[in-house]
Nanobody, 111 residues
Framework: QVEVVESGGGLVQAGGSLRLSCAVS????????IAWYRQVPGQSRDFVAI???????NYAGSVKGRITISRDSARNVIYLQMNSLKPEDTGVYYC?????WGQGTQVTVSS
């Protein structure tokens, strides 16, 4: 079994920064491909960022230049550094590894 746990969410003002963490544990051989998604209540869960096992990254167009995904492979931790945050970045952020999802961490950006 694989467990995924997100943390680091909170309330920040527009223009501020926040770093989310995704800890992966259990029957895991390496981090594999890890992705972050965001969901607003009543809306779909949308892709935000991804990092492959070999370190390649990709981002949703709305966050390019403001958000960076990175990893600490030795600790099985993935980070999502968010800068210049906007109110539209508000939502519950989920970490995904293959079929495993965490419970999400709330990010709220005030105007």
């Amino acid at each position: 079994q694989v467990e995924v746990v997100e943390s680091g969410g909170g309330l920040v003002q527009a223009g501020g920064s926040l770093r989310l963490s995704c800890a992966v544990s259990g029957a895991v051989f390496g981090l594999n491909t890890i992705a972050w998604y965001r969901q607003v209540p009543g809306q779909s869960r949308d892709f935000v960022a991804i990092i492959t096992k070999r370190g390649a990254t990709n981002y949703a167009g709305s966050v390019k230049g403001r958000i960076t995904i990175s990893r600490d492979s030795a600790r099985n931790v993935i980070y999502l550094q968010m800068n210049s945050l906007k109110p539209e970045d508000t939502g519950v952020y989920y970490c995904n590894r293959e079929e495993s999802w965490g419970q999400g961490t709330q990010v709220t950006v005030s105007s």
